[in-house]
């Protein structure tokens, strides 16, 4: 099974910040990454596949990177509705994982 | 527009069996990818597994206790989790599966195991 690791588990920043989330998997999974956000009682939303495509309607402040193994979420200035969990997922012909899980709270 | 709706029980008894419907309108079941996946309350995501025209796949820790299904003529996705434990305890979205990313979610359904 391929396994994915967040980093880190909790980020604290104030608006305006640019932020950084990072996701690794066990094994090279070419650009096959997406990354949701998720607020409190909500189902995930969907923000960035293929790793940097962005998903039609996410504001342009929100960026996808890398290939292979590593993998990051870029938040060029934070908004106040952006404080929520943020989860990346790969997807293989035969099984999807999720990351633990990051989540982004107020300083 | 695509929407999704889980629907089921919001209780069931330990060893018995989970049973879950996705009801999908706005457009045809039949030409996507359609995955479960479960959040225990206060924990992270787990992919249950999905379905798609020529088959099924599962998550390996939960293979031996799940079928997922599909009902093209009522355009929805079932799920049967059997054999359950207050470790089930989760909320269960349905999704659609881009085979790129999970686009359209449903809002959940809260199962509790608990006699």
């Known amino acids: 099974d391929i396994q994915m690791t967040q980093s880190p588990s909790t980020l604290s920043a104030s608006v305006g910040d640019r932020v950084t989330i990072t996701c690794r998997a066990s094994?090279?999974?070419?650009?096959?990454l997406a990354w949701y956000q998720q607020k409190p009682g909500k189902a995930p939303k969907l923000l960035i596949y293929?790793?940097?495509s962005l998903e039609s309607g996410v504001p342009s402040r929100f960026s996808g990177s890398g290939s292979g193994t590593e993998f990051t979420l870029t938040i060029s200035s934070l908004q106040p509705e952006d404080f929520a969990t943020y989860y990346c997922?790969?997807?293989?012909?035969?099984?999807?994982?999720f990351g633990q899980g990051t989540k982004l709270e107020i300083k | 527009q695509v929407q999704v709706q889980e629907s089921g029980p919001g209780l069931v008894k330990p060893s018995e069996t989970l049973s879950l419907t996705c009801t999908v309108s706005?457009?045809?079941?039949?030409?996507?990818?359609w995955s479960w996946i479960r959040q225990p309350p206060g924990k992270g995501l787990e992919w249950i597994a999905f379905?798609?025209?020529?088959?099924?796949n599962y998550n390996p820790s939960l293979n031996s206790r799940v079928t997922i299904s599909v009902d093209t003529s009522k355009n929805q996705v079932s799920l049967k989790l059997r054999s359950v434990t207050a470790a089930d305890t989760a909320v269960y979205y349905c999704?659609?599966?881009?085979?790129?990313?999970?686009?359209?979610w449903g809002q959940g359904t809260l199962v509790t195991v608990s006699s």
């Open positions: 379905i798609y025209y020529s088959g099924t």
């Open positions: 706005g457009g045809s079941i039949s030409t996507y990818y």
């Open positions: 997922q790969q997807y293989n012909s035969d099984s999807r994982t």
């Open positions: 094994q090279s999974i070419s650009n096959w």
């Open positions: 999704a659609r599966d881009s085979e790129m990313a999970f686009d359209y």
């Open positions: 293929k790793a940097s």
